[in-house]
């Protein structure tokens, strides 16, 4: 057993048993008294696992920590190898950036214990942090204290009390079982039993004012049913009428949206002309309207005819707004004669 297996076995053990002897440790892993004392060392200063020497109780064990700082100390990434935690550290320069609603809660840490996997003098490491960047990217903001609690929650399968913010701002109280965290269109949807009520529902985790586990377990609902109660929400086709889109793109943005994804389900196929064509699956038109018109008039819809209609409308209230807007100057500045 290498040393990545032996300090994720070692944590394994102490979560077991609570409190292990030296010899019993020794026992299992099969290596000598200089190899334990090393991999003990390594946990504790390199990892930050809280482990400790307990003389009433003749053995090692796991200092007892709060609720939400127990997190801290799961060792989730030991058994990757050291070229799948660079793989992952370079992911967590990426996603310090593009997280848009609380998924990391505060990148510092992760970088750290990722960082604690990785050699100290990675070289390449260091090349990385100063030459990966992302600008210009819009970040939204959410509650992300709420968030892990939330996550937590979730994963531990425990009951929550949401303060939720209703539709005249009025926090109310909801004991829920949390079932799945969706992220939809930028933003962070916890579904849930609501016990209260005795049904399913979704909330919306920005309005989410204060959040309290509980010790009781949260009931378990099967994905079909979730999937059935929120799928066309999200556009998942759990049920309803499912239509194809048909739309044509020009020359000039084939090979772009040749290589997008806009559905798993998706049809395209390059025309002679250079022109592609795609079809994707929808239930409601609002799934694809933002993303047909921000190609303009590099996408032509061929079908069906409610969509095409749908995407008519728009352009149509698009250009009587700018055909009754007050004219600009070249500058961009409201022209004096319009002010009059």
């Not at 060792?75 to 593009?98: K, V």
């Not at 214990?113 to 990785?118: E, G, I, K, T, V």
């Not at 039993?193 to 609902?221: G, K, M, Y």
Request: hydrophobic residues 40%; aromatic residues 6%.
């Amino acid at each position: 057993m290498d040393q990545t297996g032996r300090l994720y076995k070692i944590d394994q053990l102490l979560r077991q048993h609570k409190v292990i002897s030296f010899a019993a440790l020794q026992a299992e892993l099969n290596v000598s008294r200089a190899t334990l004392k090393r991999d003990l060392d390594d946990l504790r200063t390199r990892l930050k696992l809280p482990i400790e020497w307990s003389r009433a109780a003749g053995g090692y064990r796991l200092a007892p920590t709060g609720e939400l700082p127990a997190s801290t100390h799961e060792l989730p990434g030991l058994w990757f190898s050291s070229t799948e935690i660079h793989a992952l550290m370079t992911m967590q320069q990426l996603l310090s950036h593009l997280d848009t609603g609380g998924l990391i809660i505060n990148p510092v840490p992760v970088a750290d214990r990722l960082n604690a996997l990785l050699t100290s003098d990675d070289i390449e490491l260091q090349e990385l942090r100063r030459r990966v960047r992302i600008v210009g990217l819009v970040q939204e903001s959410a509650t992300p204290r709420y968030f892990e609690r939330i996550g937590l929650a979730l994963v531990r399968r425990k009951r929550l009390v949401l303060a939720h913010a209703d539709a005249s701002d009025a926090p109310v109280e909801w004991e829920v079982s949390p079932q799945r965290l969706v992220h939809f269109r930028g933003s962070w949807h916890l579904e849930a039993w609501c016990h209260p009520q005795a049904e399913l529902r979704s909330f919306a985790v920005d309005a989410i004012t204060d959040a309290r586990a509980l010790p009781n377990s949260a009931i378990e609902i099967g994905d079909d049913k979730l999937d059935a109660q929120f799928g066309p929400e999200y556009g998942v086709f759990a049920s309803g009428r499912v239509r194809w889109a048909r739309m044509q793109f020009s020359r000039e943005k084939a090979s772009s949206v040749a290589n997008l994804q806009w559905h798993p389900l998706q049809q395209g196929k390059q025309q002679n002309d250079g022109s592609y064509l795609l079809r994707v699956p929808y239930m409601d038109p609002r799934e694809l309207m933002e993303k047909i018109l921000q190609y303009g008039a590099q996408c032509q819809v061929l079908g069906p005819a409610s969509l095409r209609q749908a995407v008519t409308d728009e352009v149509a209230q698009m250009a009587t707004m700018y055909q009754s807007a007050a004219p600009l100057d070249e500058d961009g500045v409201l022209d004096d004669a319009a002010l009059d």
